[in-house]
């Protein structure tokens, strides 16, 4: 006779012929995700049934239905078990998902003797999700320029959206930016666009127009600092010149504001060099701009700001840099002078008279520019350094800045500055 341990054997062993010979079977039948849909017809569409025979061709037959009512954006059948006791008795769980969808609620308060209109009732949104922004933004020597942003995404894919701006006035502009942002953090952001603009050169006082098609990709490499690279092929013409150009460039950016509106004890650094390839030469261009922000008592601010521009070969005039206004050199008009390197200082101290809590602030600022631009084969210690000083009030709140100065340019004359716009 077989031992105990041969009878525990033999009877391990039967036990999966034994599971195999009990049948599966269909005890209920759950509904997720459904707002419009109501549960019974998606039931009833799927074609299961309660106490009918499970088998994995059923749960690929009942996907089938529901994906020929096209009605869903998704759809997952999926098997669950309804007892831990029982492995025979198994749940078919129907996961849905309509889309966008919204509320729809009609008028409560009818006349008298008015019935109600009816109830409220859920109805299917849009597929694409529009958005918008209006332009709205006054820069010194160009003017106001006013216009509209939209931006089209999927719901289903809130990651990438098609944005289409279009402005008038001082910068006139339209084009379209296509963007795709991706779940990690290691991906970079990617943008590509196409734009036409036009406006008019405060020093040339001639149409400055620009075609452009580029495309951009920037990485967050820690939480405070970026780098982006991009390439572009643009066409430009002012002042009667012509150029087209290919271009290649990268930057790095190091930024610890905390509110870019009225910064405190931070700092912003940005150092950026491009490649152009013209017909006829390819020169290079470098950027550093530095600003420090520096706490002082009762809230006021010590702003100190350091900036160099520079081709590396004479410029055409579309690219030169421009000296004067708020930009640069207050006390001085926007394009006071042009010149293929522009090297900047400033001293501004902002004073809040409001408190940091408020959702608007108010203050004023004093201020020292000092300045100048020139063209290759000039040195700087041969240059003139322009000099302005005046003062400000300005107001900043969500999503609008303002701000009015008077300066006097040294040598120059007494000048009003005027900025706003709107910020998201």
């Known amino acids: 006779m077989p031992s105990v341990a041969g009878w525990v054997v033999v ?119 529009v958005m918008f922004v209006p332009i709205l933004t006054a820069q010194d020597g160009y003017g106001l320029t006013y216009g509209a942003q939209f931006a089209i995404a999927g719901h289903s894919s809130p990651r990438r959206r098609l944005v289409l701006p279009a402005s008038w006035g001082g910068d006139k502009r339209v084009g379209a930016e296509y963007q795709q942002e991706f779940s990690t953090s290691a991906a970079p952001r990617l943008r590509t666009g196409a734009s036409l603009q036009r406006r008019t050169h405060p020093f040339f006082d001639d149409d400055a127009d620009r075609k452009r098609i580029w495309g951009r990709a920037d990485w967050s490499l820690m939480r405070q600092v970026r780098a982006g690279t991009e390439v572009a092929w643009e066409s430009t013409s002012l002042a009667g010149e012509e150029n087209t150009a290919r271009s290649v460039g990268a930057d790095v950016t190091v930024d610890t504001r905390v509110d870019p509106l009225m910064p405190r004890n931070a700092v912003f650094l940005r150092a950026g060099l491009a490649k152009l390839r013209l017909p006829e030469r390819n020169p290079v261009r470098t950027e550093l701009d530095a600003n420090v922000y520096l706490g002082l008592i009762r809230g006021a601010v010590l702003s100190l700001r350091g900036l160099r521009e520079n081709f590396s070969e004479p410029a055409p005039a579309f690219y030169k840099s421009v000296l004067g206004g708020t930009a640069n050199l207050r006390g001085f008009r926007a394009g006071h002078a042009v010149g293929d390197t522009l090297v900047a200082g400033s001293a501004e101290i902002r004073v809040p008279t409001t408190s940091p809590l408020r959702m608007a602030r108010f203050g004023y600022s004093v201020f020292i520019d000092i300045a100048t631009a020139y063209d290759k084969g000039q040195k700087l210690e041969d240059q003139k350094m322009e000099r302005g000083v005046g003062a400000g009030i300005w107001a900043t709140a969500p999503l609008f800045r303002i701000s009015f100065a008077v300066a006097r340019g040294l040598g120059s004359g007494t000048r009003a500055h005027i900025g706003a716009g709107l910020t998201f």
């Open 11 to 129: 009877a391990l062993l039967c036990i999966p012929t034994v599971l195999a010979a009990q049948q599966e079977v269909i005890v209920a039948v759950q509904v997720h995700g459904n707002t419009i849909t109501a549960s019974e017809d998606i039931v009833r569409a799927s074609g299961l049934t309660v106490g009918a025979p499970f088998s994995e061709k059923l749960l690929s037959d009942a996907s089938t239905r529901l994906e020929e009512m096209n009605a869903f954006e998704s759809i997952d059948v999926l098997k669950r078990y309804a007892s831990i006791s029982d492995p025979t008795q198994i749940m078919v769980v129907i996961q849905v998902d309509e889309g966008p969808v919204r509320v729809e609620v009609p008028d409560i308060e009818a006349p008298p003797g008015v019935p109600p209109a009816g109830k409220a009732r859920v109805v299917r949104r849009s597929r694409l999700n």
